[in-house]
C-alpha cells in the first residue's frame, strides 16, 4: 500500500519541471512586458496620427474657405482685363500665348500666337500692348 501512495516520478524530475515551468513564467512575463511597451508606442503613434490627421483637416477647411473667398474674385478680375483690353485667351493653346482681339470702333478682330520659347517675356508683353 505505500508503493500505491508515492509519488509516481522521481522527485527530483517534478522539481525540475516546475524550475522550467517557472522559467515559462518568468519568459513570458517579460514577453507581456514586451507586448505593452509595444502596445504604449503603437497607441501613441496613433494619437499622433490622429493630431496630424486633425491638422490636415483644419488646413483643407482653412485652404477650402480661401479658395471660396478668393475663385470669385480672380474670374472677375479676369473678366474686367478681357472687358478692359477687348482680348479672349484660349488657354487649351498651353505652350503657346494665343487669343484674340477686338477692336470694337473698327471692328476688326485679330487673332494672335505668340511662342513663349522663342520670344522673351518682354517681347510677348510688348506685342500683347501693341494689338490692344
Known sequence: ??????????????EARVRGLGADIDRSKGEIG???????????????LRERAR????????ATAELEVLEPNKRHQLSLYAHISK???????????AGIVSDPKTGDIRQFELNPRT??????????????
Open 1 to 14: 500500500m505505500e508503493r500505491d501512495a508515492a509519488y509516481p516520478e522521481d522527485e527530483r524530475a517534478h
Open 119 to 132: 520670344l522673351s517675356h518682354f517681347d510677348i508683353v510688348n506685342r500683347l500692348w501693341d494689338l490692344v
Open 87 to 97: 482680348m479672349s485667351w484660349h488657354f487649351e493653346k498651353e505652350s503657346t500665348v
Open 55 to 62: 491638422s490636415a483637416s483644419a488646413a483643407h477647411d482653412a
Open 34 to 48: 514586451q507586448l505593452r511597451s509595444a502596445s504604449e508606442a503603437a497607441g501613441a503613434q496613433h494619437e499622433a
